[in-house]
């Protein structure tokens, strides 16, 4: 069943628009942060360290892929928002505060619900 799935998740990545996929990424961030939200509350702390280090390397992804020059403003105001975001999780992380941790993930939240709606419009799927 595992691999069943894996394989379908393989094909998934690999069929998606580049729009769908940053959709995909950005749900996948916004999983992993409310995860870590969650386990602030006497959670497990290494459970909780690692859903803010798969957050944080999917916005450094997200960061990296960004064109500065042709994405213009846009992108650059969307790598301003990343870099406040991976600050939040860094500082959350570091000092074990859900407070961080809440304003990353309404961020992460808001791009998210954004770049649905993007993918819904443009017929890309989400």
Request: charged content about 25%; glycine content about 8%; hydrophobic content about 40%.
């Amino acid at each position: 069943m595992q691999q069943g799935t894996a394989r379908y998740r393989q094909m998934d990545l690999t069929t998606a628009s580049p729009q769908l996929l940053v959709a995909k990424l950005f749900g996948a961030a916004v999983r992993h942060t409310r995860r870590a939200c969650e386990l602030s509350s006497g959670g497990d702390r290494a459970e909780r360290s690692r859903a803010i280090s798969k957050a944080l390397s999917i916005v450094d992804e997200l960061r990296v892929s960004l064109d500065l020059e042709r994405g213009g403003e846009i992108a650059r105001n969307l790598a301003s928002l990343y870099d406040f975001v991976r600050e939040r999780l860094i500082r959350a992380n570091a000092r074990q505060q859900a407070g961080p941790l809440r304003e990353a993930l309404g961020i992460l939240d808001t791009l998210e619900q954004a770049w649905s709606e993007l993918c819904t419009r443009s017929g890309a799927g989400a």
